[in-house]
């Protein structure tokens, strides 16, 4: 009786590995009936089949399956707002003035929605916005639902704006009239939305100002706002366009959202105008004299630049993108305005060639980089033969205007000496 014992105690080690693997194979998968999946379109349905392999007590190889288990992505809804813009502004023609807002002026804040969420969904949007400061009223609340730049939807009432795609945009633009006994440096805020100190995406709680995610459901029609053509307009459809997670009766899994964001713009107080220039280096060819010398290495960099507009000032920033003029530099020891674009020359090479694009004159300096700026160095436009910069002057008194076309054509090419 004791060796029987033994042999059925061996046979439940045996086996004991290979119930507890079928159970993790067969069963555990099968707890999971939703997932939540940043990024992953709500609806999306995941499958996963487990897979064991293992040796049986006669040391043959087996492989167990698990049943194939499909999970499905619940839908999650997100909304951001940015303020993009506060502009003097004309109601009457429906155009942004240049120069400082003045008592009595109309002033335009803009504000860009996203859904953020996982789906589509409806975004509703109040005809309320918040202000402080010299303002008379609120003149108007528009929408440009086409991104074409032109605000032509009214929002006079609670608007949902139907179907918006998981990452689209569109702006919503307040215009507001300030008091004609505004004074210099009074500021005026508004806001849009009305989320304790403009949190984004956030619970919703109700409140009559508040932008928020509205989940569409089957019953939704398209075309609500407007008359608005659905192939030319990703934000209306004529007919339904729900997931299976958004057409059914549940909620987001995370609840509906709100967002608010806050202008300013101060009485008075002429922008400033910046220009915005993207330069851009690149080391276009490398010839290596294939000598295995590395001190006779040739080395060539192109240089461009573009003078940016209005549309790639920095969200937040309070500037004006500006024309970019020409600034006083020292040439052959005179003084003359100039636009000028610069590079060190790289330690340990000496310059080959320079080459500059028409209209354009390669300048030079011995200036030490790191203690001369190169607004105060002495330039030469003859070689001297020991530079330590290399740079570039437009034509006397030039003005790159925002409109133009990156300018290219700066080459320099170096040989290394050590």
Do not use: C
Not at 136 to 147: E, N, V
Not at 204 to 231: C, E, H, K, Q
Not at 239 to 244: A, F, I, K, R
């Amino acid at each position: 009786m004791q060796h029987s014992k033994t042999k059925a105690s061996l046979r439940w080690k045996a086996y004991r590995p290979l119930i507890a693997t079928a159970l993790a194979v067969g069963g555990v998968f099968n707890m999971v009936g939703t997932v939540l999946a940043e990024g992953t379109a709500a609806g999306t349905q995941i499958s996963n089949t487990a897979t064991a392999t293992y040796r049986d007590p006669d040391g043959t190889p087996q492989t167990s399956t698990s049943n194939t288990v499909v999970v499905e992505v619940a839908e999650i809804a997100g909304i951001t707002i940015t303020n993009t813009a506060a502009d003097r502004y004309n109601s009457a023609t429906d155009t942004v003035l240049t120069g400082a807002v003045e008592p009595g002026d109309d002033v335009q804040f803009v504000f860009e929605v996203t859904n953020v969420g996982n789906d589509e969904t409806d975004i509703s949007l109040p005809a309320v916005a918040d202000f402080t400061g010299p303002v008379d009223s609120i003149l108007s609340i528009k929408a440009d639902l086409d991104g074409d730049g032109d605000f032509e939807t009214d929002i006079t009432s609670r608007t949902d704006i139907e179907n918006v795609a998981s990452g689209e945009s569109f702006d919503v633009q307040v215009v507001v009239k300030t008091s004609t006994t505004a004074q210099s440096d009074d500021v005026i805020t508004v806001q849009y939305g009305d989320t304790p100190g403009d949190g984004q995406n956030q619970p919703y709680d109700s409140s009559g100002g508040s932008v928020f995610t509205d989940d569409n459901d089957a019953a939704d029609a398209g075309n609500v706002i407007g008359a608005r053509d659905p192939l030319t307009d990703p934000l209306v459809a004529d007919t339904p366009s729900q997931t299976p997670a958004e057409a059914g009766t549940d909620a987001p899994a995370n609840g509906e959202r709100e967002a608010s964001a806050t202008g300013q713009i101060t009485i008075n107080e002429v922008p400033l105008e910046q220009p915005l220039v993207e330069l851009q280096k690149s080391n276009s060819a490398y010839n290596d004299q294939s000598d295995n010398d590395p001190t006779n290495d040739v080395i060539t960099y192109d240089l461009s630049f573009d003078v940016l507009e209005q549309a790639d000032v920095p969200v937040g920033s309070n500037v004006t993108a500006a024309d970019l003029q020409s600034i006083t530099v020292n040439v052959n020891g005179s003084d003359s305005k100039h636009v000028l674009v610069s590079d060190a020359v790289p330690d340990g090479t000496s310059i080959q060639t320079v080459t500059a694009p028409t209209g354009w004159t390669a300048v030079y300096t011995t200036d030490d980089p790191l203690t001369v700026s190169a607004l105060e160095a002495s330039w030469l436009t003859a070689d001297p033969g020991n530079a330590t910069r290399v740079g570039f002057i437009s034509a006397a008194d030039e003005v790159i205007p925002m409109t133009a076309a990156a300018i290219t054509g700066f080459q320099i090419t170096v040989v290394t000496d050590q």
